[in-house]
């Protein structure tokens, strides 16, 4: 079973502030993908990323695929209270198609 | 259009009683899951069925059953309740050659 760490597991900032959550494996992943879940709510998916090395850029939020495909970061700059949430990463799992393995997540709130 | 629907939203239940999560889509998606998420351990896959017809084992099967006796519907079947299965639930499907998952809003189970 492929396994994926998160850190930090919790991250509590102000309005303002930048940040970094962390998703590392020793295995390699074809993809990774980061979800975002609010309270009450289910995951909803942020960003997908495949390849080796690659960035994407969703408003404030940057996502990168490390170069070796076993790990990537969240980085949210100019954090606003609307962040607050949890934040999953996630890749492939098992040998079924469209599986999915998750990592622990991270509990982040962003104070006014 | 709702995309997934689950119920009950929540649901205290007895130990040894038998208890049913319903879980509807309306997306026609071929793929659907189960998961269970708890505090510090993120979202572990229950059960999944690939298409109506069949399903397969996740990561933390036993007590717990499924059924996908059409594209829409997944039920979550719980035969005799443990303390150690109060959690919250959560449904998701996926388009197949898709890579999203979508999730339901939860089901919060507590056993007592």
């Known amino acids: 079973t492929q396994l994926l760490e998160q850190s930090p597991q919790f991250l509590s900032i102000q309005e303002g502030e930048n940040l970094t959550v962390y998703c590392n494996s020793s295995?390699?992943?074809?993809?990774l993908q980061w979800y975002r879940q609010e309270p009450g709510e289910g995951p909803v998916l942020l960003v997908t990323?495949?390849?080796?090395?690659e960035v994407k850029k969703l408003k404030r939020l940057t996502f990168q695929f490390g170069d070796a495909r076993k790990d990537s970061s969240l980085h949210i700059t100019a954090a606003q209270p609307g962040d607050t949430g949890l934040y999953l990463c996630?890749?492939?799992?098992?040998?079924?198609?469209?599986?999915?393995?998750f990592g622990q997540g991270t509990i982040l709130t962003v104070h006014p | 259009i709702a995309g997934i629907t689950q119920a009950p939203t929540s649901q205290i239940l007895a130990a040894g009683r038998r208890m049913t999560l319903r879980c509807t889509q309306d997306?026609?998606?071929?793929?659907m899951y189960w998961y269970r998420q708890d505090l510090g351990l993120g979202l572990r896959l229950i059960h999944y069925?690939?298409?109506?017809?069949?399903?397969g084992k996740g990561e933390v099967p036993d007590g717990y059953s499924v059924s996908r006796a059409n594209t829409d519907d997944f039920p979550l079947t719980l035969a005799s309740a443990v303390p150690s299965q109060t959690s919250v639930y959560f449904c998701?499907?996926?388009?197949?050659?898709?890579?999203?998952?979508?999730f339901g809003p939860g089901t919060r189970l507590t056993v007592l």
């Open positions: 998701a499907s996926r388009l197949a050659g898709g890579h999203t998952q979508y």
């Open positions: 295995s390699v992943f074809s993809s």
């Open positions: 990323v495949v390849t080796g090395g």
């Open positions: 996630a890749g492939p799992g098992g040998t079924s198609y469209g599986k999915l393995t």
């Open positions: 997306m026609r998606h071929n793929a």
């Open positions: 069925s690939n298409t109506a017809g069949t399903t």
